[in-house]
């Protein structure tokens, strides 16, 4: 309901001298945050640049986000369209979270000399770098993981993944791994750095992984 | 053959529980706090273990945060949780066994904020993670995201 005053012309002006007459208003109060929905999606975009996608399933549907700053409502409804998130917001929204996420995994690649137990040169220096980064990590848990090319029986190549990062395992230990939290596993031929299809040899994919995290 | 694997898996588990309740009966843990700001928890069956970094989680922990708190985990895939004020997530699967083609991750929370960047298991089988909230499920294609749960 809106009031609609008649004003005479002379009666106006007389007023609009008054107000500037008077001492300026106190600075209007900031707006209120705007109203939005409570529960809700952001994307953000990755370490590497890139962008990833949510697919939102609910009671209303089903939605993707795909740009880094959009939003959606967690029932699956169809995107309303000014929902994009400021960056002002996002940081009043979710600044505790995004401050408290842990650093991200370091990941060393070991390699072997061609058939034999031996690290190759490369390999060999980055025991140093592995250590050191152990030492830098609060609260820090190490994961070997062995990996073989997809040449050969599957169990076989679990197997020898295993004893790869067994390997590694024993390595660090006598160079002075601490006590610390530690898993060894193997992927087999599970998990290539390198895509091939079956019974491929491809020596960028026999490798060890140590992961500090 | 790995169907029957996963049976017999599931009917050991059957058979030593009873006991699962007890953190220390939780298994191995699929992660560990790395940052705790203010007052935060991880709840495993029946113990409740105030974070600190290097606190272990398992399969059905809890994170909780306290007002104006803050926690962050990184689990074994390098999955990377970090909660604002308030919140509580429940890790609800997490399987990491790509040679054994065991792969999933599901989350579930059910209050507060929260920041998912996503790990070797979504790089793997996308389809095999997700985000459970009170009102919809969120699937994770390669991404860092947040999440906020206010009602």
């Known amino acids: 309901m809106i009031l609609r005053l008649r004003v005479p012309a002379g009666l106006a002006t007389a007023l609009l001298a008054v107000a500037c007459a008077a001492p300026p208003p106190p600075p209007p109060a900031p707006p209120p945050p705007p109203a939005g929905p409570r529960s809700y999606v952001v994307l953000e975009r990755n370490a590497d640049g890139t962008t990833g996608a949510v697919v939102v399933q609910g009671p209303r549907g089903t939605t993707v986000i795909e740009r880094a700053g959009q939003a959606a409502t967690l029932d699956g409804a169809p995107l309303p369209g000014a929902f994009a998130m400021t960056p002002e917001r996002v940081e009043r929204e979710f600044g505790a979270a995004i401050a408290a996420r842990p650093r991200a995994a370091e990941v060393f690649r070991l390699y072997f000399e061609t058939g034999r137990a031996v690290l190759t040169p490369a390999s060999e220096r980055l025991v140093g770098d592995i250590l050191a980064e152990i030492a830098t990590r609060p609260g820090v848990d190490v994961s070997i993981i062995g990996h073989t090319d997809t040449e050969g029986d599957e169990a076989m190549n679990e197997r020898l993944g295993l004893e790869r990062a067994r390997w590694v395992e024993a390595l660090l230990r006598r160079r002075g791994l601490p006590a610390t939290e530690l898993t060894v596993t193997s992927h087999g031929e599970r998990n290539l750095l390198v895509p091939t299809p079956d019974n491929a040899s491809e020596a960028r994919n026999r490798r060890v992984e140590v992961i500090v995290r | ?151």
């Not at chain 2, 579930?108 to 793997?124: C, D, H, N, Q, W």
Request: hydrophobic share 45%; charged share 20%.
């Open chain 2, 1 to 151: 053959m790995t169907r029957l694997r996963d049976l017999l898996l599931a009917l050991a588990l059957v058979l030593s529980g009873g006991s699962l309740v007890h953190a220390q009966d939780a298994g191995e843990p699929i992660g560990q706090v790395k940052t705790v700001g203010g007052t935060a928890w991880v709840v495993t069956g029946a113990a409740n273990v105030p974070a600190a970094p290097g606190t272990p989680v398992y399969v059905g922990s809890v994170l909780r945060t306290g007002p104006k708190a803050s926690l962050g985990v990184a689990l074994r895939d390098n999955t990377l949780l970090s909660l604002g004020g308030e919140s509580e997530l429940a890790l609800d699967e997490f399987r990491f066994a790509p040679a054994r083609n065991s792969l999933g991750l599901v989350a579930r929370i059910g209050r507060g904020t929260l920041e998912f960047v996503s790990g070797m298991i979504a790089k793997l089988r996308p389809e095999s993670v997700q985000v459970k909230t009170p009102t919809g499920t969120l699937g994770v294609r390669g991404t860092r995201f947040l999440v906020k749960v206010d009602e």
